[in-house]
């Protein structure tokens, strides 16, 4: 079946540092492939998504590009700020509903 | 975007009584609502498939006479946990998947918070 793995982390990084976290997937067809974030205490967020290959999501200054030849998904930002902290989440869609990622959470230090 | 609501947001009950949790698509009809459960530090399970008008489909290991879902109207599913205990403290996060007009995506709601005493 479909299935995404992701970096799990922690990741801890000062202001301004380069983000990359990894996430790989696993699917029959080519399913859509999505970003999330988790704020403390709070519900999903939809950062950005692909529905393509080479497509490339957009948001926020995070970045990540639908690569169907290594089946990556991974999530970039060139200069983190402390209020990215939280937890993010790769996931594909599996019809009707969605698989995760395990959720890698990020610490960013002033 | 399409909005989806949660409430409440928090709730503590003691252990035995039941709970309702109410997901409800604000400005988009929703066909299918999902349920989702989450653990302290780990990623969303998925508990169940609500689609409105029919039974929902539970995935394996989920007790339906435990976690009753109810998908009356395309605005509105809602979870109910039964005689809750303790080990169902948790945070329940229901999603709505929108129609052509939104792709198709799914939308999150804000989460609830159980804490069974």
């Known amino acids: 079946g479909n299935s995404v793995t992701q970096m799990e982390g922690p990741v801890t990084l000062s202001e301004e540092a380069f983000l990359t976290i990894n996430c790989t997937y696993t699917a029959t067809g080519y399913p859509s492939l999505f970003w999330y974030v988790q704020y403390p205490g709070e519900g999903l967020q939809l950062l950005l998504k692909?529905?393509?290959?080479?497509d490339k999501g957009s948001n926020k200054g995070f970045e990540a590009t639908y690569r169907k030849e290594t089946t990556s998904f991974h999530l970039e930002k060139g200069s983190v700020q402390v209020s990215d902290s939280a937890v993010y989440f790769c996931?594909?869609?599996?019809?009707?509903?969605?698989?995760f990622g395990a959720g890698t959470r990020l610490t960013v230090k002033p | 975007g399409a909005v989806v609501s949660q409430h409440p947001s928090w709730v503590i009950c003691k252990s035995g009584t039941s709970v309702k949790i109410e997901c409800r698509s604000l400005d988009f009809q929703a066909t299918t609502m999902f349920w989702y459960r989450q653990f302290p530090k780990q990623s969303l399970m998925l508990m169940a498939t609500s689609n409105e008008g029919s039974k929902a489909t539970y995935e394996q290991g989920v007790e339906k006479d435990k976690f009753l879902i109810n998908h009356a109207s395309l605005t509105l599913s809602t979870l109910t946990v039964t005689s809750a205990h303790p080990e169902d403290s948790s945070f329940y996060i229901c999603s709505a998947r929108s129609g052509p007009r939104h792709y198709n995506e799914q939308f999150f709601g804000p989460g609830t918070r159980l804490t069974v005493l």
């Open positions: 692909a529905t393509k290959a080479d």
């Open positions: 996931a594909l869609s599996d019809e009707p509903h969605m698989r």
